[in-house]
T-cell receptor, first 113, second 109 residues
């Protein structure tokens, strides 16, 4: 089966601009997660979808971040307007059920300059 | 509540063994272990659900103590390919899974 796909793989934007990251989970995986790793620091949870519903968005830093999963398939994470501290690697992961190993995408490296 | 990992970093020579610990002040529902190589996505290694459980594959195994407050990852006869950052991950409250800060493992020839 195809893995979790994320794009773009890299994005460099200026402070104040908007960026949209996309994640295509493994087909049939109802659970979709977004995580972020800032350089040299731990991987932080952002939010969790079950199908199209936001199950938990307690990790979203602020209202500049908007995640959607229309139709319960792919998900997008929009940052608007981007700030310097938003730089990092954004990982998406999916699982069929909650309590099983996640499959991670390769991540999107976001650099805000 | 984030699980606590130790050590933060370890350097091994090929063939040596290592143990990475993950602990919590409260009983965990489950523990997941991942390895992430530089520039790559975290890769799932295994999940432990039951107190007293032990499981593993090849030369990498893990245990979950009876109280479900500590898990250990065992790497035996390490190989160069084992290098990377190892994370434990566990549910925290209603949040599905949060990662520990990671243990950076470097295996040298």
């Amino acid at each position: 089966e195809a893995g979790v796909t994320q794009f773009p793989s890299h994005s460099v934007i200026e402070k104040g601009q908007t960026v949209t990251l996309r994640c295509d989970p493994i087909s049939g995986h109802d659970n979709l997660y977004w995580y972020r790793r800032v350089m040299g620091k731990e991987i932080k949870f952002l939010l969790h979808f079950v199908k199209e519903s936001k199950q938990d968005e307690s990790g979203m830093p602020n209202n500049r971040f908007l995640a959607e999963r229309t139709g319960g398939t792919y998900s997008t994470l929009k940052v608007q307007p981007a700030e310097l501290e938003d730089s990092g690697v954004y990982f998406c992961a999916s699982s069929r059920r909650g309590q099983e190993g996640y499959t991670f995408g390769s991540g999107t490296r976001l650099t805000v300059v | 509540q984030q699980p606590v990992q130790s050590p933060q970093a370890v350097i091994l020579r090929e063939g040596e063994d290592a143990v990475i610990n993950c602990s919590s002040s409260k009983a965990l529902y489950s523990v997941h272990w991942y390895r992430q190589k530089h520039g790559e996505a975290p890769v799932f290694l295994m999940i432990l659900l039951k107190g007293g459980e032990q499981k593993g594959h090849d030369k990498i195994s893990a245990s979950f103590n009876e109280k479900k407050q500590q898990s250990s990852l065992y790497l035996t006869a390490s190989q160069l390919s084992y290098s990377g950052t190892y994370f434990c991950q566990a549910p925290s409250g209603n949040t599905p899974l949060v990662f520990g800060k990671g243990t950076r493992l470097s295996v040298i020839a």
